[in-house]
C-alpha cells in the first residue's frame, strides 16, 4: 500500500512563500500521476498541480491550475521518492488544505489533472495566507 506523507504548510503573509514535500514509500512503479490538490473550507477538492512520472519513457509531464501558473512549481527527487511543490507570491485565496496525491501505474499522462485517477492520498498540510 501506498503511503503518502506531506509537510511544509504553515501560516504567512500575502506575498509570502512555502514549499511542500511529500514523501512517499512504497512507490517504486513506473507510468504513474502524482497531483497536489487542495481543499478550502465549504469547496471542492481541486488539482493544483499534477506530475506524471514515466519512469519507462524519457519525459515528464506537468499540468498547473491556472490561478497558479507562474507562482508554483512541482519538482520530484525520484531518489527520495519525494514530490516538491514550491510556492511563491501567496495570496490568500491559496488558503487551503493540501493534499498530495498518487496513482496505481500505467495510466495515460492525459489523466494526471483528474482527480479520479488517483487512488492513494496524503493526510493534508493547512497552507494559510494572510492578507
Known amino acids: 500500500q501506498v503511503q503518502l506523507v506531506e509537510s511544509g504548510g504553515g501560516s504567512v503573509q500575502a506575498g509570502g512563500s512555502l514549499r511542500l514535500s511529500c514523501q512517499a514509500s512504497?512507490?517504486?512503479?513506473?507510468?504513474?500521476?502524482m497531483g497536489w490538490f487542495r481543499q478550502a473550507p465549504g469547496k471542492d477538492r481541486e488539482v493544483v498541480a499534477s506530475?506524471?512520472?514515466?519512469?519507462?519513457?524519457?519525459?515528464?509531464?506537468?499540468y498547473y491550475v491556472d490561478s497558479v501558473k507562474g507562482r508554483f512549481t512541482v519538482s520530484q527527487d525520484n531518489a527520495k521518492n519525494t514530490l516538491y511543490m514550491q510556492m511563491v507570491s501567496l495570496k490568500p485565496e491559496d488558503t487551503a488544505m493540501y493534499y498530495c496525491?498518487?496513482?496505481?501505474?500505467?495510466?495515460?499522462?492525459?489523466?494526471?489533472?483528474?482527480?479520479?485517477?488517483?487512488?492513494?492520498w496524503g493526510q493534508g498540510t493547512q497552507v494559510a495566507v494572510s492578507s
Open positions: 506530475v506524471y512520472v514515466g519512469r519507462a519513457v524519457s519525459y515528464s509531464a506537468t
Open positions: 496525491a498518487a496513482s496505481r501505474p500505467f495510466v495515460a499522462a492525459s489523466l494526471c489533472s483528474q482527480r479520479v485517477t488517483y487512488n492513494y
Open positions: 512504497r512507490l517504486s512503479y513506473v507510468n504513474y500521476c
